[in-house]
């Protein structure tokens, strides 16, 4: 099942958490990757952000984006993946399944 972020714009706060799994339902143990990105394309456009994560847990398979300046300033919905890399340069894109689903929602002030 799709996981789904919901934030208001221009907020940076919380940030997006997502844990990988295996197929058979436990998390992925992330330690053999040396660096993890997120990807942000707004449904039906290109890709509008990759930028680096954290990789929080690499025995729980978590990762962390932290929010950037300006990443929430348009609203609307979009899909998210981290993109991990290992020291020998292979990627691997979670999830598998279905890309994150974002949704970047209006704020009362506009601002």
């Not at 449904?43 to 984006?65: H, N, Y």
């Not at 929010?67 to 991990?84: I, K, M, S």
Request: net charge negative.
């Amino acid at each position: 099942m799709a996981q789904t972020f919901c934030i208001k714009r221009h907020d940076r706060v919380p940030s997006l958490l997502y844990t990988a799994l295996e197929d058979n339902g436990t998390p992925l143990d992330l330690s053999a990757f040396v660096s993890a990105s997120f990807i942000l394309q707004r449904r039906g456009s290109d890709t509008v952000l990759k930028a680096p994560a954290v990789i929080a847990s690499a025995q729980a398979g978590t990762l962390r984006f932290d929010w950037g300046e300006g990443d929430t300033a348009v609203g609307g919905v979009y899909a998210g993946e981290f993109e991990l890399v290992d020291a020998q340069g292979r990627k691997r894109t979670v999830p598998v399944d279905r890309p994150i689903r974002i949704e970047i929602l209006g704020d009362l002030d506009n601002a």
